[in-house]
């Protein structure tokens, strides 16, 4: 099969590809000119140069492929920017799948996030429950709206559609939120911890890499969606499993919640003037995420798509090491 891979130089991209190699599919990635292309160069892929946001570049990539897997996206809590979020995260989206359908791509993989269900009351909720009205950062509501646009492709125009939504992904090599949320841990840069009692359902980015192309290989599946999580775990359960795998005492105060989300707002405001991230990554929408976390049964991709998850525990062990 002839896959075009979008984002395969990001992290969960890079761990695509990598599992991509492993099998007999022929590759194309569309990269950007400022990527790194280290990992697509070395499992062999075919570069096409542009971007999700040029609709020509993406005409050109689709062209004489039998599937896409669509994981381009911007996923930061904050950026200087704002308006970038639903430039990349939505139209770019909508740019991938458009062509997609006029290429006459045969499946199209389109990954997510279980953040786009927002906070259902539903507890954990499943692929079947129904996502609430609001979610908690501007990444997420972006990222729903472009799920929506795919799913109306899907009813409306027949786009060959499988959508997974990953869950909180840590693992090697995380330049992303949780990997710096690990790396400020590990490196005593916390002063305290914060929504000890909030869970989130965690996974491996090696088992999402390997639900992705299951998914993808999977017969009779057009119109499925797959959770990919592997443990609901609290903050002071993550958090135990980061100072076990690294020797790393804990920080022993533990800011409430409200001051936490006072810190961010405060923090958040000053980024958004100055144009830098905010200290410790405590944006707003990050602090919000992390308060109101979110608890999934990813259960059906093991009884479907035969995936063993990997515990979080060992997990960050490899991410630790690889820092």
Not at 147 to 176: C, F, I, Q
Request: hydrophobic letters at 40%.
């Amino acid at each position: 099969m002839k896959v075009l891979l979008t984002g395969g130089t990001g992290f969960i991209g890079k761990h695509v590809l990598l599992r991509l190699k492993k099998t007999e599919h022929s590759i194309r990635c569309l990269v950007r000119k400022t990527s790194d292309t280290t990992i697509p160069e070395k499992v062999g892929a075919e570069l096409i140069t542009g971007d999700v946001t040029d609709r020509a570049s993406v005409k050109q990539a689709v062209s004489g492929m039998d599937a896409v897997i669509h994981l381009a996206n911007i996923y930061e809590f904050w950026i200087p920017h704002k308006r970038d979020f639903h430039a990349v995260n939505v139209e770019g989206t909508r740019n991938v799948l458009e062509e997609s359908l006029d290429a006459k791509i045969s499946k199209v993989i389109h990954v997510c996030t279980l953040g786009a269900y927002g906070v259902p009351d539903e507890k954990p909720f499943t692929e079947e429950s129904s996502p609430a009205e609001k979610r908690t950062s501007l990444y997420f509501e972006t990222k729903y709206q472009g799920s929506k646009l795919a799913w109306n492709l899907h009813t409306e125009k027949d786009l060959p559609l499988v959508m997974v939504y990953p869950s909180a992904v840590t693992g090697p090599g995380d330049n992303k939120p949780s990997g710096r949320y690990v790396y400020n841990m590990v490196k005593g840069k916390m002063p305290a911890q914060v929504f000890l009692n909030s869970v989130l359902t965690w996974v491996d980015v090696r088992d999402v890499a390997e639900v992705i192309v299951r998914a993808l290989e999977k017969e009779g599946n057009i119109g499925e969606k797959y959770f990919a999580g592997a443990e609901m775990l609290s903050f002071a359960e993550f958090n135990k499993h980061i100072s076990n795998a690294s020797g790393v005492s804990l920080p022993r105060i533990k800011m409430p919640a409200w001051m936490a989300m006072m810190n961010g707002a405060f923090l958040t405001f000053l980024a958004d003037i100055f144009k830098f991230r905010p200290m410790l990554g405590m944006s707003s929408d990050q602090m919000r995420t992390m308060k109101n976390g979110f608890s999934a049964d990813c259960s059906k991709v093991t009884r479907e798509l035969g995936i063993q998850y990997m515990t979080i525990s060992k997990s960050l062990e490899d991410t630790i090491a690889a820092m």
